[in-house]
């Protein structure tokens, strides 16, 4: 089971970047729980300056803009 | 809609040569059709059953002319912004700015402003101060990335033209550099909200630099240019232009916008500043208020307003700054674009 935090104020990229991951897993069969941050002081707690940023299990994977589709699988497995 | 023949390869995988040759024909294609733009519209024009020169037939003109303009205009500016973008991230941005005190340290962050992508202020403002940015560079930073962003920049270049852009230009980059220098002066350090202050700059994590081929930066502008689909409101702009154009009369447009009504600079502000639209909403109306002779220092003024201080990026921007922080930079802000309006009204 892993934890999947999507870090941002509520943009649409923000949304787009959240059904991403929860696709990506449904995809390759890992499950997860996805968690939407959008909270300033917890963004900013976690090291995240462009949104939206995503953490697998506590590591920040990505910041700014959406995932790479490939890239988000490699997270995921990881 | 443009955007969907501006994407040769939607799905995964496609091979290089398909980007390399694809956006290059694409983009011609997009060049010629924009420069049939006044014939087509002239002809679309032409089938409503209404007089071409009364005031219905000038706002279906204006607004059939400006609808494939803008989206064409806005397909060029994002696909190209989102590709130089590529090679600026807020990380490195921070990097180059942190420890910056000098007095040069403000025009490059107003620069890096221009050029760093960044959708929400807030975390940027965070990671930019706990990592030690002056507060000064980072409202530099802060004010000249909507304010003299590439959208507005190419949309007054587009459908005003070359001159007014460029005063544009020199003056928003103007305000953001100076505005940030006093307000760096001020010491205003302690009007941050505590948990602000509190942070700790080694807490914030840093990614590993992600490696970009070329194709993957053409990709980021195409990923650009597909959110223009999503702005519907653009039109609400061009619309407004429009009614401006065809139904506002010469008069009464001098009397209220005028260079002689002194009053209609800070009126214009006052008015633009709970408008909440950006660059690609507000530039179609700038285009319709210059056309009926409205003053160029009022009509500035205006558009630096509307872009530069939105009300609700303010209550975004209190979580991080207490209200009267808030209500200095304002202050600072609004004062460069009164200035900026006075002195165009005075000079021209």
Redesign the interface.
């Known amino acids: 089971m892993k934890t999947v935090k999507v ?3 509520g ?3 923000c949304e787009a970047t959240q059904t991403m991951v929860q696709e990506a897993a449904a995809r390759l069969g890992i499950d997860v729980t996805v968690e939407k941050v959008t909270d ?2 917890s ?9 939206p940023g995503i953490s697998v299990d506590g590591k ?7 995932p ?4 988000l699988e490699g997270w995921l497995r990881a | 809609m443009t955007t969907e023949t501006h994407d040769p390869a939607p799905h ?1 995988g496609a091979p290089d040569w398909v980007w390399y040759g694809g956006i290059p024909a694409v983009g011609s294609v997009l060049y010629l059709l924009y420069g049939q733009l006044i014939p087509i519209s002239e002809w679309v024009t032409a089938l409503f059953p209404v007089a071409r020169d009364s005031h219905t037939g000038e706002a279906i003109a204006f607004f059939v002319y400006d609808v494939p303009k803008v989206l064409l205009l806005l397909t060029g500016i994002d696909f190209v912004t989102g590709v130089l973008r590529s090679w600026f ?3 490195r941005t ?1 990097a180059m700015l942190a420890g910056k005190r000098q007095i040069w340290g403000y025009p490059l962050a107003a620069l890096l402003g221009v050029l760093t ?4 202020s ?3 403002f ?3 101060v ?1 990592a030690g940015i002056p507060l000064g560079v980072t409202f530099s930073f802060l004010i000249a990335g909507p304010m003299v962003g590439p959208v507005g920049l190419g949309l007054l270049y587009g459908l005003v033209g070359w001159e007014i852009a460029t005063i544009y230009l020199v003056f928003g980059f103007t305000i953001a550099t100076v505005a940030g220098f006093i307000l760096g002066r001020m010491g205003l350090e302690r009007h941050l909200q505590d ?2 202050r509190e ?1 700790n700059a080694g ?5 590993p630099g ?1 490696r970009l081929t070329l194709v ?1 930066r053409l990709k ?1 502008g195409v ?1 650009q240019v597909r ?1 223009i689909v ?1 702005k519907v409101w653009v039109l609400v702009g061009i619309g407004i232009g429009a009614a401006i154009h065809g139904y506002v009369p010469e008069a009464v447009m001098l009397r209220i916008m005028g260079g002689e009504a002194w009053w209609s600079v800070p009126a214009a502000v006052v008015v633009g500043v709970p408008m909440y639209t950006n660059a690609a909403g507000v530039i179609p109306i700038v285009e319709a208020l210059l056309g009926k002779g409205a003053a160029l220092g009022t009509t500035l003024a205006f558009m630096m307003s509307v872009i530069a201080l939105s009300l609700p990026e303010m209550i ?1 921007l209190k ?2 700054l207490k209200l009267r922080l808030i209500a200095i930079f304002i202050a600072v802000v609004s004062a460069g674009i009164l200035a900026t309006g006075f002195l165009f009204n005075a000079i021209l």
Do not use: N
Not at chain 1, 60 to 66: C, D, K, N, R, W
Not at chain 1, 68 to 71: E, I, L, S
Not at chain 2, 203 to 207: I, Q, R, V
């Open positions: 870090y941002g104020p943009c649409k990229r300033a002081q963004i900013a707690m976690a090291g995240v300056m462009s949104t920040l994977v990505h910041a700014g803009g959406l790479d589709a490939g890239k | 995964r991230s807020p990380e921070r992508p960044f959708c929400s807030v975390p940027l965070i990671g930019f706990s948990w602000v942070l807490a914030l994590g840093d990614l992600e993957d980021i990923d959110e999503g975004i979580q991080v």
